[in-house]
């Protein structure tokens, strides 16, 4: 039994509050030298430890397991205007050598039954702590303003209907995460449309 939750999830805290500084950092470097930058915004938490207990119930995940099965009790969440720059952001951590890449899942090309879109990373981060250091896991969840629109609202609703949304609010949810898509392609051809005719324009002249 863990007893003393504070201590364990120190170092998750740990983590939690030393990448959301190096994420957002990424964003004013981006600032500083270019015009635009792939993210947008970071927000991160630790899980709660009654949403960690409710999860180890419903994934049979065993105390002595948890450092390893549960992968998101530090989370990350970076979000980006573009689905380009979700696949930009993704091979920026890649390169990092102070997180390690070790599970990914695409559910932005292939998005979950109930509609949801996001692009998981799990990474290793080393956090020091006054007795050494220390390896945890942290999920990052990478995802447009859209996506994280239609994330946010869907999760209140399943949260407030405990998960027993009526089949026929499901499926339109379900619709509205393609609506949600729709608008994200659209955004995107905006873009490039604008940057091919200010390169057209910048020939020209
Ligand atoms: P948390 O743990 O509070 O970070 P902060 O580190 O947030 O105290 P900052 O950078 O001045 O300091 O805060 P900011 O950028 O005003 O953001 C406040 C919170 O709202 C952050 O995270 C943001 O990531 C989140 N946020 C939600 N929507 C938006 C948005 O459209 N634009 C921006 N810039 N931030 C947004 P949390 O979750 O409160 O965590
Ligand atoms: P939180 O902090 O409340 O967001 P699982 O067994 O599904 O819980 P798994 O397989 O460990 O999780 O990982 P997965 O599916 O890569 O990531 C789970 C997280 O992705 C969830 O965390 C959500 O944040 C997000 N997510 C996955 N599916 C959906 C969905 O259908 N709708 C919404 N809104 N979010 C989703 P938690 O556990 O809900 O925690």
Sequence with gaps: MIKDWKSFLL???VAVEEMKVKLR???KQY???EEESPIEFVTGRVKP????KEKMQRRHIDEQHIEEEMQDIAGLRIIVQFVEDIYEVVELIRHREDMTIVEERDYVKYNKASGYRSYHIVVEYTVELVNGPHKILAEIQVRTMSMNFWATIEHSLN???QGQV???VAKRLESSAEVAFQLDQEM?????ELRQNNSQESKNN
């Design 166 to 168: 009526p089949p026929d």
């Design 11 to 13: 170092p998750y805290a």
């Design 188 to 192: 995107s051809e905006i873009r490039s």
């Design 31 to 33: 600032l500083q030298y």
């Design 159 to 161: 949260y407030k209907y």
């Design 49 to 52: 430890v009654d949403s960690i």
């Design 25 to 27: 950092e990424l964003r």
